[in-house]
């Protein structure tokens, strides 16, 4: 099981970024996937999750809610973290795995600063 994330970089406050994430050794339309950030000292915090299959199940952090969205490709293996109006305490590693996280993306620098 592996995963490629893409995406990520410095905005200022108010900017988007688009996260990917590329699962491969496993059937993907049949696991749910999740994105999770983490800073320094802090653990690791579940932003955002979607459902196998469809993805019509989703859920997200109070704190990302409304600003955030989770989608999923499955034709191409694909997870997506869309983020917009982003605020500096969304600055974070972030991460996708499946819904066992068991496996992790290598992670994403997100900053978000003037």
């Known amino acids: 099981v592996k995963f490629v994330q893409s995406g990520g970089g410095s905005v200022q406050p108010g900017g988007s970024l688009r996260l990917s994430c590329v699962g491969s050794g496993f059937t993907f339309r049949l696991f749910g996937m999740r994105w999770y950030r983490e800073t320094p000292g802090a653990r690791r915090e579940l932003v955002a999750s979607?459902?196998?299959?469809?993805?019509?199940?989703?859920f997200y952090s109070p704190s990302v809610r409304g600003r955030f969205t989770i989608s999923r490709d499955n034709d191409k293996n694909t997870v997506y973290l869309q983020m917009n109006n982003l605020q500096p305490e969304d600055t974070a590693v972030y991460y996708c795995t499946t819904n066992n996280a068991n496996n992790w993306g290598q992670g994403s620098q997100v900053t978000v600063s003037l």
């Open positions: 979607i459902s196998d299959e469809g993805g019509s199940n989703t």
